[in-house]
């Protein structure tokens, strides 16, 4: 069906006086004895476009201007009264009907409410604007490093290795329960793979193969966590930004994160100007202030050990007590960021012990060179360290966590032909998209949220 997107429509001023098709459907309406009224949106602009109908000349189905229903309409553009442009409309045809007991009707409803009915939350503002930043934050992730000489690579979904070690893996199995297996290794031989299998949590390991032949690579994809964490921050399926980067050391990598996530958040300012207005008014008060702050002030960087210090002194109560030691919680977290720094943070140099195996051990023996960003209001956005790069160290880190080398023989021989320093990070992409639009809940920014006791 040849048309013209309303995105077009609105914003170039080529088709002025001309006669135009266009498809969308029906956000708001209303009728007069004489004129009639309806704004069409087609999904590729959050601005809705205004079709103007002559009653008396043009002859139109009485259902056609209902909340939702889908329409074709062939008129002339026109200046609008109150400036751009509208449709006078010459013929209007429906596409699709929608009865009046659509969900969607003219009031506000609340994004819990929405959730109910995530196959019609996106036809609303909300989820228009969400969506697009999305789609153009995915964009300029890709523009960022492509335009500096970092290979795209797709890494496997289904895993035999459990990156994180946390044992948060979903099993993927052909198997149907039996119970004449004597344990679980004879189970699990006879499965599809002849061995354990999981869903991937990262894409790291995989990334470092990468990166030791191409030097600088990215992946781009769903990263799976069986977490019990019934929080607004977690799903049990999100998107994961993970670049790998040879020759770079911690310091390095932080350089590189803080430049990503800059010219990521410069690129959607620059391409969504109406959709960061949108949230503003909706979401977050200052909104686009703290957006512009974050492209041009430099990020904190400060010492786990320093931070345990900041914590202890900041004379509150906070639910988990603080120790050297410890990891921070959400409560530390937004502390730090919210209360003394007002700004993204890289915390640094965290204890060994509550960390991953492939950390790169700092000489003081007690610390590894690795750093998560945090951000106020969402708390950590990206997990990061520069890799133990040292053979014999790394396999002390997996003997001390119980690990079977056996299932990361390949990993390790990347320890042993030509090892290099290397180091890379991990961006939650929702929780970016969190941040950026000021969408406090995880759930909100996902097409269709997964998340535990929840799947539809
Ligand atoms: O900190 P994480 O666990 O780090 C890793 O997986 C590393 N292997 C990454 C790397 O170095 N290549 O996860 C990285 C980020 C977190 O900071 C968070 O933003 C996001 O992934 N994330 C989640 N986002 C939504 N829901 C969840 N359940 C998430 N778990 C992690
Ligand atoms: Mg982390």
Same mark, same amino acid.
């Given at each position: 069906?040849?048309?013209?997107?309303?995105?077009?429509?609105?914003?170039?001023?080529?088709?002025?006086?001309?006669?135009?098709?266009?498809?969308?459907?029906?956000?708001?309406? &209303? !009728?007069?004895?004489?004129?009639?009224?309806?704004? %069409?949106?087609? $999904? @590729?602009? #959050? +601005?809705?476009?205004?079709? =103007?109908?002559? &009653? !008396?000349?043009?002859?139109?189905?009485?259902?056609? %201007?209902?909340? $939702? @229903?889908? #329409? +074709?309409?062939?008129?002339? =553009?026109?200046?609008?009264?109150?400036?751009?442009?509208?449709?006078?409309?010459?013929?209007?045809?429906?596409?699709?009907?929608?009865?009046?007991?659509?969900?969607?009707?003219?009031?506000?409803?609340?994004?819990?409410?929405?959730?109910?009915?995530?196959?019609?939350?996106?036809?609303?503002?909300?989820?228009?604007?969400?969506?697009?930043?999305?789609?153009?934050?995915?964009?300029?992730?890709?523009?960022?490093?492509?335009?500096?000489?970092?290979?795209?690579?797709?890494?496997?979904?289904?895993?035999?290795?459990?990156?994180?070690?946390?044992?948060?893996?979903?099993?993927?199995?052909?198997?149907?329960?039996?119970?004449?297996?004597?344990?679980?290794?004879?189970?699990?031989?006879?499965?599809?793979?002849?061995?354990?299998?999981?869903?991937?949590?990262?894409?790291?390991?995989?990334?470092?193969?990468?990166?030791?032949?191409?030097?600088?690579?990215?992946?781009?994809?769903?990263?799976?966590?069986?977490?019990?964490?019934?929080?607004?921050?977690?799903?049990?399926?999100?998107?994961?930004?993970?670049?790998?980067?040879?020759?770079?050391?911690?310091?390095?990598?932080?350089?590189?994160?803080?430049?990503?996530?800059?010219?990521?958040?410069?690129?959607?300012?620059?391409?969504?100007?109406?959709?960061?207005?949108?949230?503003?008014?909706?979401?977050?008060?200052?909104?686009?202030?703290?957006?512009?702050?974050?492209?041009?002030?430099?990020?904190?960087?400060?010492?786990?050990?320093?931070?345990?210090?900041?914590?202890?002194?900041?004379?509150?109560?906070?639910?988990?007590?603080?120790?050297?030691?410890?990891?921070?919680?959400?409560?530390?977290?937004?502390?730090?960021?919210?209360?003394?720094?007002?700004?993204?943070?890289?915390?640094?140099?965290?204890?060994?012990?509550?960390?991953?195996?492939?950390?790169?051990?700092?000489?003081?023996?007690?610390?590894?060179?690795?750093?998560?960003?945090?951000?106020?209001?969402?708390?950590?956005?990206?997990?990061?360290?520069?890799?133990?790069?040292?053979?014999?160290?790394?396999?002390?880190?997996?003997?001390?966590?119980?690990?079977?080398?056996?299932?990361?023989?390949?990993?390790?021989?990347?320890?042993?032909?030509?090892?290099?320093?290397?180091?890379?990070?991990?961006?939650?992409?929702?929780?970016?998209?969190?941040?950026?639009?000021?969408?406090?809940?995880?759930?909100?920014?996902?097409?269709?949220?997964?998340?535990?006791?929840?799947?539809?």
């Amino acid at each position: 069906m040849k048309h013209t997107d309303i995105k077009c429509l609105l914003t170039s001023d080529e088709f002025l006086g001309k006669e135009v098709t266009l498809c969308g459907w029906v956000r708001t309406s &209303r !009728e007069s004895k004489t004129m009639a009224f309806a704004e %069409l949106n087609d $999904g @590729t602009s #959050l +601005k809705h476009i205004q079709i =103007v109908i002559d &009653r !008396e000349n043009t002859e139109y189905p009485a259902t056609a %201007l209902r909340l $939702g @229903t889908a #329409l +074709k309409v062939v008129g002339q =553009v026109v200046e609008a009264r109150q400036g751009g442009v509208e449709i006078n409309a010459k013929s209007i045809e429906i596409l699709g009907e929608c009865p009046p007991e659509y969900p969607l009707q003219k009031k506000r409803h609340t994004l819990e409410y929405l959730r109910t009915m995530p196959h019609l939350r996106v036809r609303t503002n909300t989820f228009n604007a969400v969506f697009r930043v999305r789609s153009v934050m995915a964009g300029a992730i890709h523009n960022y490093f492509q335009s500096r000489n970092y290979t795209y690579v797709n890494p496997p979904l289904i895993t035999g290795s459990d990156c994180e070690g946390a044992g948060e893996m979903f099993r993927v199995t052909t198997q149907p329960f039996a119970h004449e297996y004597k344990n679980e290794e004879e189970y699990y031989a006879n499965d599809f793979f002849g061995k354990k299998a999981g869903l991937s949590v990262s894409a790291q390991l995989e990334g470092e193969v990468a990166a030791m032949a191409f030097g600088k690579i990215y992946t781009f994809g769903p990263s799976f966590r069986a977490e019990n964490s019934n929080t607004p921050r977690h799903v049990a399926e999100f998107w994961h930004v993970e670049p790998e980067v040879a020759f770079a050391d911690l310091s390095d990598i932080i350089e590189i994160a803080e430049d990503m996530i800059k010219s990521i958040i410069g690129e959607v300012m620059e391409k969504c100007p109406e959709e960061l207005k949108f949230f503003e008014q909706h979401f977050e008060k200052g909104l686009i202030d703290k957006l512009n702050s974050i492209v041009s002030e430099d990020f904190e960087v400060l010492d786990y050990t320093k931070a345990i210090e900041i914590l202890k002194e900041s004379g509150k109560e906070f639910v988990y007590p603080v120790e050297w030691g410890c990891d921070l919680q959400t409560e530390h977290e937004r502390y730090i960021t919210e209360e003394v720094f007002k700004k993204p943070v890289f915390v640094t140099n965290y204890p060994m012990d509550i960390k991953s195996f492939y950390m790169k051990q700092n000489p003081d023996g007690k610390t590894v060179a690795a750093t998560d960003l945090l951000v106020p209001g969402v708390g950590e956005i990206i997990g990061c360290s520069e890799r133990e790069a040292d053979l014999e160290k790394l396999l002390d880190a997996m003997k001390k966590r119980g690990m079977n080398e056996e299932d990361y023989a390949d990993y390790l021989d990347l320890r042993r032909f030509g090892s290099v320093p290397h180091s890379g990070f991990g961006l939650g992409f929702e929780r970016i998209i969190m941040y950026v639009t000021g969408i406090s809940n995880i759930r909100d920014v996902i097409l269709y949220p997964r998340t535990v006791g929840s799947i539809r």
